[in-house]
Protein backbone atom coordinates (compact mmCIF):
# COMPACT_ATOMS: atom_id res chain seq x y z
CA UNK A 1 0.00 0.00 0.00
CA UNK A 2 1.05 3.55 -0.56
CA UNK A 3 -0.09 6.27 0.91
CA UNK A 4 0.50 10.63 1.02
CA UNK A 5 -0.21 12.30 3.86
CA UNK A 6 -0.77 15.89 3.37
CA UNK A 7 -1.36 18.43 5.70
CA UNK A 8 0.00 21.51 7.13
CA UNK A 9 3.23 21.99 9.61
CA UNK A 10 1.98 20.27 13.04
CA UNK A 11 -1.48 18.79 12.09
CA UNK A 12 -0.13 15.55 13.39
CA UNK A 13 0.20 14.12 10.40
CA UNK A 14 4.11 12.67 11.36
CA UNK A 15 2.06 10.87 14.42
CA UNK A 16 -0.34 9.64 12.40
CA UNK A 17 1.95 8.35 9.66
CA UNK A 18 4.26 6.79 12.79
CA UNK A 19 1.31 4.42 13.86
CA UNK A 20 0.75 3.38 10.45
CA UNK A 21 3.98 2.61 9.40
CA UNK A 22 4.23 0.11 12.39
CA UNK A 23 0.81 -1.43 11.73
CA UNK A 24 0.98 -2.31 8.34
CA UNK A 25 4.73 -2.94 8.15
CA UNK A 26 5.89 -0.26 5.54
CA UNK A 27 8.42 2.95 5.69
CA UNK A 28 7.40 6.18 7.11
CA UNK A 29 9.35 8.41 4.59
CA UNK A 30 9.03 11.93 5.78
CA UNK A 31 10.70 14.63 3.62
CA UNK A 32 11.64 16.84 6.63
CA UNK A 33 13.09 13.74 8.44
CA UNK A 34 15.08 13.20 5.60
CA UNK A 35 16.73 16.62 5.03
CA UNK A 36 17.31 17.28 8.73
CA UNK A 37 19.30 14.00 8.20
CA UNK A 38 21.00 15.33 5.46
CA UNK A 39 22.03 18.10 7.68
CA UNK A 40 22.88 16.40 9.98
CA UNK A 41 25.32 13.88 7.64
CA UNK A 42 26.43 17.19 6.11
CA UNK A 43 25.72 16.15 2.65
CA UNK A 44 25.63 18.82 0.13
CA UNK A 45 22.01 18.17 -0.26
CA UNK A 46 21.69 19.01 3.51
CA UNK A 47 23.90 21.59 4.01
CA UNK A 48 21.86 23.74 0.55
CA UNK A 49 18.45 22.67 2.60
CA UNK A 50 19.56 24.30 5.65
CA UNK A 51 19.06 27.98 4.96
CA UNK A 52 15.47 27.25 3.60
CA UNK A 53 14.17 25.16 6.33
CA UNK A 54 15.55 27.69 8.79
CA UNK A 55 13.31 30.15 7.21
CA UNK A 56 10.64 28.50 6.65
CA UNK A 57 10.62 28.31 3.32
CA UNK A 58 10.18 25.39 0.82
CA UNK A 59 13.45 23.49 -0.76
CA UNK A 60 13.97 23.48 -3.93
CA UNK A 61 12.19 20.96 -6.17
CA UNK A 62 15.59 19.51 -6.91
CA UNK A 63 16.76 18.86 -3.65
CA UNK A 64 14.12 17.26 -1.89
CA UNK A 65 12.77 15.03 -5.05
CA UNK A 66 16.76 13.53 -5.10
CA UNK A 67 16.47 12.04 -1.76
CA UNK A 68 12.79 10.88 -1.76
CA UNK A 69 12.75 9.47 -5.03
CA UNK A 70 15.77 7.56 -4.05
CA UNK A 71 13.78 6.26 -0.99
CA UNK A 72 10.71 5.14 -2.99
CA UNK A 73 12.87 3.89 -5.30
CA UNK A 74 14.21 1.38 -3.08
CA UNK A 75 14.04 -1.90 -2.01
CA UNK A 76 12.74 -1.19 1.46
CA UNK A 77 9.68 0.43 -0.13
CA UNK A 78 8.51 -2.42 -2.48
CA UNK A 79 5.91 -3.53 -0.17
CA UNK A 80 4.44 0.29 0.26
CA UNK A 81 5.27 3.51 1.48
CA UNK A 82 3.71 6.11 3.65
CA UNK A 83 5.07 9.79 2.53
CA UNK A 84 4.72 12.78 4.90
CA UNK A 85 5.57 15.58 3.87
CA UNK A 86 6.00 14.83 0.07
CA UNK A 87 4.77 16.67 -2.15
CA UNK A 88 4.14 19.98 -0.72
CA UNK A 89 3.38 21.34 -4.32
CA UNK A 90 2.21 20.77 -7.55
CA UNK A 91 5.40 19.83 -9.46
CA UNK A 92 6.69 17.48 -6.82
CA UNK A 93 3.06 15.98 -6.99
CA UNK A 94 3.46 15.69 -10.77
CA UNK A 95 7.04 14.21 -10.35
CA UNK A 96 5.73 11.44 -7.54
CA UNK A 97 2.95 10.71 -10.10
CA UNK A 98 5.83 10.54 -13.57
CA UNK A 99 8.06 8.32 -10.99
CA UNK A 100 5.60 6.08 -10.18
CA UNK A 101 4.27 5.41 -13.58
CA UNK A 102 7.55 4.49 -14.85
CA UNK A 103 7.66 2.02 -11.31
CA UNK A 104 4.51 0.45 -13.17
CA UNK A 105 3.27 1.96 -9.42
CA UNK A 106 0.26 4.61 -8.06
CA UNK A 107 -0.77 5.85 -4.94
CA UNK A 108 -3.46 3.73 -3.39
CA UNK A 109 -4.22 6.94 -0.59
CA UNK A 110 -4.41 9.75 -0.54
CA UNK A 111 -5.33 11.26 3.41
CA UNK A 112 -5.16 15.16 3.90
CA UNK A 113 -5.12 16.29 7.58
CA UNK A 114 -6.66 19.72 8.49
CA UNK A 115 -7.10 21.83 11.92
CA UNK A 116 -7.44 25.14 12.48
CA UNK A 117 -4.18 27.72 12.62
CA UNK A 118 -4.62 28.46 16.18
CA UNK A 119 -4.74 24.13 17.47
CA UNK A 120 -1.50 23.93 14.85
CA UNK A 121 0.35 26.69 16.52
CA UNK A 122 -0.63 25.21 19.78
CA UNK A 123 0.48 22.01 18.77
CA UNK A 124 3.84 23.35 17.26
CA UNK A 125 4.54 25.10 20.44
CA UNK A 126 4.94 22.20 22.42
CA UNK A 127 6.31 19.81 20.31
CA UNK A 128 9.75 18.21 21.02
CA UNK A 129 12.03 15.73 18.91
CA UNK A 130 14.45 13.04 19.48
CA UNK A 131 17.90 14.47 18.37
CA UNK A 132 18.84 10.68 17.59
CA UNK A 133 15.77 8.73 16.31
CA UNK A 134 13.44 11.64 15.37
CA UNK A 135 10.81 10.38 17.48
CA UNK A 136 8.03 12.95 18.19
CA UNK A 137 6.73 13.91 21.66
CA UNK A 138 4.73 17.00 23.38
CA UNK A 139 4.83 18.88 26.34
CA UNK A 140 0.85 18.16 27.10
CA UNK A 141 0.07 15.10 24.72
CA UNK A 142 2.94 13.47 24.74
CA UNK A 143 5.39 13.41 27.67
CA UNK A 144 8.15 10.92 27.46
CA UNK A 145 8.71 8.29 30.33
CA UNK A 146 11.80 10.66 31.52
CA UNK A 147 11.49 14.25 31.33
CA UNK A 148 13.84 15.47 28.32
CA UNK A 149 14.83 12.12 27.20
CA UNK A 150 13.66 10.08 24.34
CA UNK A 151 11.57 6.43 25.52
CA UNK A 152 13.26 4.80 22.53
CA UNK A 153 16.76 5.65 22.11
CA UNK A 154 17.52 7.53 25.38
CA UNK A 155 18.73 10.37 23.46
CA UNK A 156 18.22 13.87 24.60
CA UNK A 157 15.07 15.79 23.15
CA UNK A 158 15.61 19.11 21.33
CA UNK A 159 13.00 21.96 20.17
CA UNK A 160 13.14 22.57 16.37
CA UNK A 161 14.61 25.74 15.71
CA UNK A 162 11.60 26.16 12.94
CA UNK A 163 9.38 25.53 15.40
CA UNK A 164 9.70 29.22 16.66
CA UNK A 165 6.44 31.03 16.27
CA UNK A 166 7.58 33.29 13.85
CA UNK A 167 8.73 30.58 11.44
CA UNK A 168 5.56 28.55 12.12
CA UNK A 169 3.65 31.65 11.22
CA UNK A 170 6.00 31.72 7.81
CA UNK A 171 5.41 27.58 7.21
CA UNK A 172 2.04 27.57 7.90
CA UNK A 173 1.48 31.06 4.70
CA UNK A 174 3.78 28.49 2.61
CA UNK A 175 1.37 25.76 2.65
CA UNK A 176 -1.63 27.68 2.35
CA UNK A 177 0.17 28.98 -0.63
CA UNK A 178 0.41 25.85 -2.31
CA UNK A 179 -2.10 23.76 -0.75
CA UNK A 180 -5.00 24.59 -3.35
CA UNK A 181 -3.21 23.46 -6.21
CA UNK A 182 -2.46 19.96 -4.41
CA UNK A 183 -5.87 19.25 -3.31
CA UNK A 184 -6.52 19.78 -6.66
CA UNK A 185 -4.44 18.11 -8.62
CA UNK A 186 -5.20 14.42 -5.55
CA UNK A 187 -9.18 15.50 -4.77
CA UNK A 188 -10.61 14.01 -8.12
CA UNK A 189 -8.51 11.06 -7.75
CA UNK A 190 -9.63 7.74 -6.15
CA UNK A 191 -8.31 7.10 -2.77
CA UNK A 192 -8.12 10.45 -1.47
CA UNK A 193 -9.96 11.39 2.11
CA UNK A 194 -10.36 14.18 4.51
CA UNK A 195 -9.29 13.64 7.75
CA UNK A 196 -10.52 16.80 10.27
CA UNK A 197 -7.20 16.76 13.04
CA UNK A 198 -8.99 18.82 15.67
CA UNK A 199 -9.67 15.75 18.06
CA UNK A 200 -7.23 13.34 19.61
CA UNK A 201 -4.70 11.31 17.83
CA UNK A 202 -6.08 7.91 19.10
CA UNK A 203 -9.55 9.43 16.97
CA UNK A 204 -7.92 10.16 14.54
CA UNK A 205 -6.52 6.78 14.27
CA UNK A 206 -9.30 5.04 14.17
CA UNK A 207 -10.90 6.66 11.78
CA UNK A 208 -8.20 5.87 9.54
CA UNK A 209 -8.25 2.44 10.32
CA UNK A 210 -11.66 2.66 9.42
CA UNK A 211 -11.45 3.97 5.78
CA UNK A 212 -9.14 1.59 5.25
CA UNK A 213 -10.91 -1.43 6.66
CA UNK A 214 -13.86 0.07 4.83
CA UNK A 215 -12.58 -0.29 1.59
P1 LIG B 1 8.58 19.17 8.06
O1 LIG B 1 9.45 18.34 8.94
O2 LIG B 1 7.72 18.36 7.14
O3 LIG B 1 7.78 20.18 8.86
O4 LIG B 1 9.54 20.01 7.12
C1 LIG B 1 10.50 20.91 7.66
C2 LIG B 1 11.03 21.80 6.57
O5 LIG B 1 11.72 20.99 5.60
C3 LIG B 1 9.99 22.55 5.77
O6 LIG B 1 9.60 23.76 6.40
C4 LIG B 1 10.75 22.81 4.47
O7 LIG B 1 11.72 23.83 4.64
C5 LIG B 1 11.50 21.51 4.30
N1 LIG B 1 10.72 20.51 3.53
C6 LIG B 1 10.22 19.33 3.98
N2 LIG B 1 9.60 18.68 3.00
C7 LIG B 1 9.69 19.46 1.90
C8 LIG B 1 9.21 19.34 0.56
N3 LIG B 1 8.50 18.27 0.17
N4 LIG B 1 9.50 20.34 -0.30
C9 LIG B 1 10.23 21.42 0.08
N5 LIG B 1 10.67 21.60 1.32
C10 LIG B 1 10.42 20.63 2.24
Known sequence: MRFVFLGPPGVGKGTQAEKLSKRKN???????????????AKTSTGIK??????????????????????????????HGFILD??????????????????LGKTIDWVFSFTASDETIVNRIAGRRICGNCDAQYH???????????????GSELYRRDDDNP???LVRLQVFKEQVRDLMDFYRKKKGFVEVDCEGDNLGIRREILEVLSGS
Open 139 to 153: ETFKLPLNSDVCDKC
Open 85 to 102: GFPRNLSQARILSDTLDG
Open 26 to 40: IPHISSGNLLRESFK
Open 166 to 168: ETV
Open 49 to 78: AQKFIENGLLVPDTLVVEIVVGKIDSAECS
